[in-house]
């Protein structure tokens, strides 16, 4: 059943891979919490920019885990992400995770009709139905591959409808639809699959929160918007 649910799906949505901005035109900024262990150790943050056929969106992540004193996991990440008439052509980002250096640069090409990606772990084309993995575009859960936004790696996913919730989030009440996102590619190596369960508002297209497992239990949680 779940199958089924995961095609209709894919196949409803497949037509158009890009951002609908007209979803966003009256967003201002998203405000997520980053949430460890049920503990808050970051924020990670989207500014939008409204022109008459463009939107702009600036994202800042920060967070750090620490354990006895020590810090053990760190990003600080900073991107930019530009559409135009619904079309994603440009983005770039910096990011530092425990120190390393990780980027994307991405353009897309007019002529090819695909995307050219400069990334710390990927430089090559890609298809138009990638999307970038950034937790303000509800399009992520239509498209059949996302892009990292840290380092530029394109990986094959499946998303499958779990269940309608009612959601309660700093103490206002949502009515979500709670979706499973997972690589189409059973056999990468555990760090490096997508295992993500996701809860969006359908009412306003809001990604409410984003919950994973890797070195403990993550949450990304809608904190404010307007």
Same mark, same amino acid.
């Given at each position: 059943?779940?199958?089924?649910?995961? %095609?209709?799906?894919?196949?409803?949505f497949?037509?158009? =891979?890009? =951002?609908?901005?007209?979803?966003?035109?009256?967003?201002v900024?998203?405000e997520? #919490?980053?949430v460890? /262990?049920?503990?808050?150790?970051?924020?990670?943050n989207?500014?939008?920019e409204?022109g #008459?056929?463009?939107m702009?969106?600036? $994202?800042?992540?920060?967070? $750090?885990v620490?354990?006895?004193?020590v !810090?053990? *996991?760190?990003?600080?990440s900073e991107?930019i992400?530009?559409?135009? #008439?619904n079309?994603?052509?440009?983005?770039k980002? /910096?990011?530092f +995770?425990?120190?390393? !250096?990780?980027?994307? &640069? %991405?353009?897309?090409d007019n002529?090819?009709?695909? *995307?050219?990606?400069n990334?710390?772990?990927y430089?090559?084309?890609?298809? %138009?139905?990638?999307?970038?993995g &950034?937790w303000w575009?509800?399009?992520?859960?239509?498209a059949?591959?996302q892009?990292?936004? %840290?380092s530029?790696?394109?990986?094959e +996913?499946?998303?499958?409808?779990?269940k309608?919730?009612?959601?309660?989030? /700093?103490?206002q009440?949502y009515?979500?639809?709670?979706?499973?996102?997972?690589?189409?590619?059973?056999?990468?190596p @555990? @760090?490096? !699959?997508?295992n993500f369960?996701?809860?969006i508002d359908?009412?306003? &297209?809001?990604i409410?929160?984003?919950?994973?497992?890797?070195m403990?239990?993550?949450e990304?949680?809608?904190?404010?918007?307007?």
């Amino acid at each position: 059943m779940k199958k089924k649910i995961c %095609l209709f799906i894919l196949l409803l949505f497949s037509k158009d =891979a890009f =951002a609908h901005t007209d979803h966003y035109k009256a967003i201002v900024k998203i405000e997520m #919490d980053v949430v460890r /262990n049920g503990k808050i150790v970051g924020y990670s943050n989207y500014f939008f920019e409204h022109g #008459d056929k463009k939107m702009t969106i600036k $994202n800042y992540t920060k967070f $750090n885990v620490e354990l006895l004193g020590v !810090k053990i *996991f760190s990003i600080l990440s900073e991107a930019i992400e530009v559409y135009e #008439d619904n079309k994603l052509i440009n983005f770039k980002s /910096n990011t530092f +995770q425990n120190k390393k !250096k990780k980027y994307v &640069n %991405l353009e897309y090409d007019n002529n090819s009709k695909k *995307f050219i990606i400069n990334g710390s772990s990927y430089k090559g084309k890609a298809d %138009l139905d990638c999307v970038i993995g &950034n937790w303000w575009n509800h399009e992520i859960l239509k498209a059949k591959k996302q892009i990292s936004p %840290l380092s530029g790696s394109i990986k094959e +996913q499946v998303i499958s409808f779990i269940k309608n919730e009612n959601l309660i989030i /700093n103490g206002q009440n949502y009515s979500a639809e709670h979706y499973k996102l997972k690589s189409k590619n059973e056999n990468l190596p @555990d @760090d490096k !699959k997508l295992n993500f369960d996701i809860w969006i508002d359908k009412k306003n &297209n809001l990604i409410l929160k984003v919950k994973y497992k890797r070195m403990g239990e993550w949450e990304y949680r809608l904190k404010d918007f307007k």
